[in-house]
């Protein structure tokens, strides 16, 4: 634990430290691990937060206690009907609540695959991104084990997340600049390499939009332009 602890702190906190003595070559079984549980802890206090502002639970259930103990005393019997009535309809709501309840919480059940699903993208991303960016002489070193484990260990600001209303902005900016430093210190590759790398997929995004609107132009040129010829 306090290995797990040490590496949290420094890559949230120190992460040039850490990857500078991080290598790219062992096992993978310890970083996948660790990114999964980052992720149940991620998804755990996301919804902690959630529900301590969800405020209508607790008072539906307060309402039904009362109601209850009310059912058990003596009462007038015009006030029956009305007691009745209000005791389905907090039922009612019981019953979306706990609907509610029950998808805000599929998060946390669904961490593990959703963890999965973006160390696989975060390690095709990184595996190719290297290979198309790195100088020749450092090539060797990409390996889809090396890239695993960067994208292990770079999951960890997702912990930045924790923070209330900033924290999904705090978690990405620091995603970006986390995996920027990851690559400058195990490559041993100059900022601009590195971040060229770590806007990877923006720039393969916005190659595909570019790629996308000049073929519809070019169709657009074929089927309009013999008519302004």
Not at 2 to 22: D, G, K, M, V
Not at 81 to 89: K, Y
Not at 126 to 141: F, K, M, Q, S, V
Not at 184 to 213: C, H, M, Q, V, W
């Amino acid at each position: 634990m306090r290995t797990y602890f040490r590496i949290t702190w420094e890559i949230l906190f120190s992460p040039a430290r850490f990857f500078e003595n991080a290598r790219l070559e062992g096992g993978v079984f310890f970083p996948v691990l660790y990114a999964l549980s980052l992720h149940g802890i991620a998804a755990w206090g996301s919804y902690t937060w959630k529900q301590a502002l969800n405020i209508p639970l607790h008072k539906y259930l307060a309402d039904l206690g009362l109601i209850i103990q009310d059912a058990h005393e003596m009462g007038f019997p015009e006030g029956r009907e009305e007691r009745g009535q209000v005791f389905w309809e907090t039922l009612l709501k019981l019953k979306q609540s706990a609907l509610t309840w029950f998808w805000q919480s599929s998060s946390i059940w669904l961490a593990p695959l959703k963890a999965l699903a973006s160390l696989g993208w975060a390690t095709l991303i990184l595996y190719i991104g290297a290979l198309l960016l790195l100088p020749r002489a450092h090539r060797p070193l990409v390996s889809w084990r090396g890239s695993l484990r960067l994208a292990s260990f770079t999951t960890v600001p997702v912990l930045w997340g924790l923070i209330p209303v900033v924290g999904p902005l705090i978690h990405h900016t620091m995603a970006f600049a986390t995996t920027w430093i990851s690559l400058k210190n195990t490559y041993k590759i100059s900022d601009l390499r590195a971040g060229l790398i770590a806007l990877f997929p923006l720039l393969l995004f916005l190659g595909i939009l570019f790629l996308g609107l000049g073929i519809l132009g070019f169709m657009a040129f074929q089927v309009f332009g013999p008519w302004f010829s």
